[in-house]
């Protein structure tokens, strides 16, 4: 896209937000080709078909692992799945900010009467993204519905609670690691590492890891709140690995620190943030 809507460029304040207007725009540019958008979809969610299938093989074959079934697997499994495929979906551009850096056009981002994360965030959008959240939202879903969760009128309002603070966290460790990219425009494997990554350690219960491992995910790079410890509530189900059970209710709390952590790395990689003069 060459350059915002007429409306940005003349410096009027949209009536509806700048990511949506964005996002509205690259998603007509999509539609355009509705056979190749169909095939991208079908595509992501074979993808989701697979990292599910593999799960289940697992568990199949062991019955179970650190005391889940399978069943539960396919929660933990649906929440990762719903979290990543999400933040993929709404931040998921911010990893090519390298590209904009080697070739200049993050210039170009910066003059705009707009933000420039948003920008980013909201650059090449495509709904086909969402043939991997809509499946896990259905996979969580269905494992909901099926498993013998203790309702509650308290556990029927903090899941979606629960839902939208794994993928603000998400969002949050894609923006700190794409901030990587100002200080080592090659960083972006490094950002992957922990982003991809971190999903495919959360689809499993991360009980079958270790304590180590589980205590790495919950204080260094807080995945566990993302799958394990809104499982563990869902459930009830005390954590094998011995943490205690308050920080099943921190996944609020760690969504908005960690947003504040990502602005911060935001603010200070665009301080670092040297034009290339192209």
Same mark, same amino acid.
């Given at each position: 896209?060459?350059?915002?809507?007429?409306?940005?460029?003349?410096?009027?304040?949209?009536?509806? /937000?700048?990511?949506?207007?964005? *996002?509205?725009?690259?998603?007509? &540019? +999509?539609?355009?080709? %509705?056979?190749?958008?169909?095939?991208?979809?079908? +595509?992501?969610?074979?993808?989701?078909?697979?990292?599910?299938? &593999? !799960?289940?093989?697992?568990?199949?074959?062991?019955?179970?692992?650190?005391?889940?079934?399978?069943?539960? #697997?396919?929660?933990?499994?649906?929440?990762?799945?719903?979290?990543?495929?999400?933040?993929?979906?709404?931040?998921?551009? *911010?990893?090519?900010?390298?590209?904009?850096?080697?070739?200049?056009?993050?210039?170009?981002?910066?003059?705009? %009467?707009?933000?420039?994360? !948003?920008?980013?965030? &909201?650059?090449?959008?495509? %709904?086909?993204?969402?043939?991997?959240? !809509? /499946?896990?939202?259905?996979?969580?879903?269905?494992?909901?519905?099926?498993?013998?969760?203790?309702?509650?009128?308290?556990?029927?309002?903090?899941?979606?609670?629960?839902?939208?603070?794994?993928?603000?966290?998400? $969002?949050?460790?894609?923006?700190?690691?794409? $901030?990587?990219?100002?200080?080592?425009?090659?960083?972006?494997?490094?950002?992957?590492?922990?982003?991809?990554?971190?999903?495919?350690?959360?689809?499993? @219960?991360?009980?079958?890891?270790?304590?180590?491992?589980?205590? #790495?995910?919950?204080?260094?790079?807080?995945?566990?709140?993302?799958?394990?410890? @809104?499982?563990?509530?869902?459930?009830?189900?005390?954590?094998?690995?011995?943490?205690?059970?308050?920080?099943?209710?921190? %996944?609020?709390?760690?969504?908005?620190?960690?947003? &504040?952590?990502? +602005?911060?790395?935001?603010?200070?990689?665009?301080?670092?943030?040297?034009?290339?003069?192209?």
């Amino acid at each position: 896209m060459a350059s915002l809507p007429s409306a940005l460029r003349r410096g009027r304040a949209p009536r509806i /937000p700048v990511y949506l207007l964005l *996002v509205w725009t690259w998603c007509r &540019a +999509a539609a355009q080709y %509705p056979g190749s958008l169909a095939l991208l979809a079908l +595509a992501q969610a074979c993808s989701a078909a697979a990292e599910l299938t &593999a !799960v289940l093989v697992v568990f199949g074959h062991a019955g179970e692992l650190a005391g889940f079934t399978a069943r539960e #697997a396919m929660l933990v499994y649906g929440l990762a799945a719903l979290a990543f495929g999400t933040a993929d979906l709404l931040m998921g551009s *911010v990893e090519r900010i390298g590209d904009h850096i080697r070739t200049g056009s993050l210039d170009t981002l910066l003059v705009r %009467p707009a933000s420039a994360l !948003v920008q980013l965030a &909201a650059d090449r959008f495509s %709904p086909h993204r969402l043939g991997k959240a !809509v /499946p896990a939202a259905a996979i969580a879903g269905y494992a909901l519905a099926t498993l013998d969760v203790p309702w509650t009128p308290g556990r029927v309002a903090y899941t979606p609670v629960l839902v939208a603070s794994g993928v603000a966290i998400c $969002c949050a460790i894609w923006t700190i690691g794409a $901030c990587l990219q100002f200080f080592i425009t090659d960083a972006r494997e490094v950002a992957n590492s922990v982003t991809y990554g971190g999903q495919a350690l959360t689809e499993y @219960p991360l009980g079958i890891y270790g304590r180590e491992i589980v205590r #790495a995910a919950t204080f260094t790079v807080p995945l566990a709140f993302v799958t394990w410890q @809104p499982a563990l509530y869902l459930l009830d189900r005390p954590d094998p690995t011995g943490l205690p059970e308050w920080l099943r209710f921190a %996944p609020p709390a760690v969504a908005a620190v960690l947003c &504040a952590l990502a +602005a911060l790395a935001w603010r200070t990689g665009l301080r670092h943030y040297r034009s290339t003069g192209s």
